[in-house]
């Protein structure tokens, strides 16, 4: 999509620090039990697809619970900080929240379905960094989303860090995504880890 918002820039690569990979999965998980980091970040995709794509959101959250779905959308996550300030909101929500599974009802499912990544080739390397502590997004589901974007031809290369989590991956690996990037606008060769 790069190249229709900025045609004049050259998409040298993607860096992508434990991402959302699989929708589905995440809210699924994120909802089977209490559960404060997943209630931010369905808060946040809920909220933003009803605005951004014009449909109603309480078909999908109960609306005494729609107040603190929005409040939580407008914090950033960018730091403990921030993240901190949106758990309150995030754990009253485990008394209330959905009101119908996204993923079971129309256009919801439709939406998570086109918002998971990996479905098309990006035609800029990719690296995804992951650790294996994370709680939010699993290792294995990181794997198979890896997996996926090698099969749709992209040039992936998938890095594991030991001992490291989902809140911090991104502040954890920055000298190594710098070297990454510096790489990239050198013309070095990816180490793609597809098979």
């Known amino acids: 999509m790069a190249a229709s918002y900025a045609p ?20 699924k998980t994120k909802t089977e039990a209490a559960n404060a980091v997943g209630n931010v ?47 309150p909101a995030a754990t009253l929500l485990n008394m209330i929240f959905l009101r119908n599974p996204p993923w079971e009802l129309a256009p919801w499912d439709q939406l998570l379905a086109e918002n998971t990544p990996g479905a098309s080739v ?3 390397p990719i690296l995804i960094a992951q650790g294996d502590s994370d709680q939010v997004i699993a290792p294995a589901v990181q794997a198979q989303f890896a997996a996926r ?5 992209n040039a992936v ?11 911090t991956i991104a502040h954890d690996t920055e ?21």
């Open 157 to 167: 290369e998938y890095r594991i860090y030991p001992g490291i989590g989902h809140l």
């Open 122 to 124: 990006t035609g800029a």
């Open 175 to 195: 000298a190594e995504m710098v070297d990454w990037i510096g790489e990239r606008f050198a013309g070095a060769a990816v180490q793609s880890t597809c098979a």
């Open 41 to 87: 970040l369905i808060s946040m995709a809920l909220v933003s697809w009803a605005e951004i794509y014009g449909i109603r959101i309480d078909d999908v959250i109960y609306p005494a619970a729609l107040p603190l779905a929005t409040s939580i959308a407008a914090n950033c996550i960018q730091n403990t900080d921030q993240i901190q300030a949106s758990i």
């Open 8 to 27: 004049e820039l050259n998409l040298r690569g993607v860096i992508a620090s434990a991402p959302a990979s699989d929708l589905v999965n995440l809210f």
């Open 149 to 153: 974007l090698c099969a749709v031809g």
